[in-house]
Structures are given as C-alpha cells and as structure tokens.
C-alpha cells in the first residue's frame, strides 16, 4: 500500500475543518496511520520547504505556516498520493473545483487549508522529516477487503 504526507494548515485548523476534511479521507476508505497536532517548528518548516528557502514567497510562507498549529497525518492506501491530491483540488483555489477541499473551503493561494505530497518520492521524504518509522502504525480496517481487489 502507498502512503502520502498530508497536512492541514493553520487557516484549515482555525476554521475548525479538521474533522471535516478527516473525515472525506476516511469515507474514500483511506486509513490513517499517523498524525501530528501542534506549531511546526522552524528547523522543521525549513526542511520540509527546503527547495522554497531562496525564494522570495518564503518568508511569508514560513510566517504563515508557524502561525498557528497544523494537524499532520500519513495516510496509507492505494493510489492514495494521486487521489488525495484530486480530492485537495488545485493549489489555487480560484481553479479548484467544487468538491474539492480547496474548492468548497480555500478562498486565496497564500491560505489554501491543505497540503499533500505531489509525488510517492516526496510523501516518502516527508513523511521522513515529520515522523519516526516508531510513529507510523500498521492496521487492518474491517472494511479492507472490500474496498480492494
């Protein structure tokens, strides 16, 4: 099974959307296999947005993602980096479409309420730098067998 890093940003927590955006997860029958609640701390931002730090957004954008606490989560499944990415909608909420996360809650770039691994190489990278192999739990959903052929 594949698994994507997936973290709801401080406009997504503050608005209360947390269960909210779990929950569309979960009922697509992903599973979460771990999860993290809190400020991220600088050290933290800086590798996970390590391509950014040159360039000139990144400030703002360290600013805004260490205002607040985030929920971060791993979530396993099938195809699942692909999918979750289809369900978060476009970056740009004005191109998001509506059903999507972005597109039923995000209304600007600079706070768009999500972010998902875009590739099985970055889920795995930061999935790395935001959890411990100890911290990630391997479990069978009762309803695995029939969400899978």
């Given at each position: 099974m594949e698994r994507t890093f997936v973290m709801i940003k401080p406009d997504g927590v503050q608005r209360g959307l947390v269960g909210?955006?779990?929950?569309r997860f979960e009922n697509k029958g992903f599973k979460i296999v771990a999860g993290k609640f809190g400020v991220l701390a600088e050290s933290i931002v800086d590798k996970h947005y390590e391509e950014h730090l040159a360039k000139p957004f990144y400030p703002g954008m360290k600013a805004y993602i260490t205002?607040?606490?985030?929920?971060r989560f791993v979530l396993e499944g099938d195809n699942v980096v692909a999918t979750v990415r289809k369900m978060n909608g476009a970056t740009n909420p004005?191109?998001?479409?509506?059903g999507t996360i972005r597109g039923d809650y995000a209304l600007s770039i600079g706070k768009n309420v999500i972010h998902a691994a875009d590739s099985p190489e970055s889920a795995a990278r930061e999935i790395g730098i935001h959890f411990t192999p100890a911290e990630l739990v391997s479990y069978t959903k009762i309803d695995e067998s029939e969400l899978y052929e």
């Open positions: 909210e955006i779990l929950s205002s607040g606490p985030v929920f004005t191109e998001a479409n509506p």
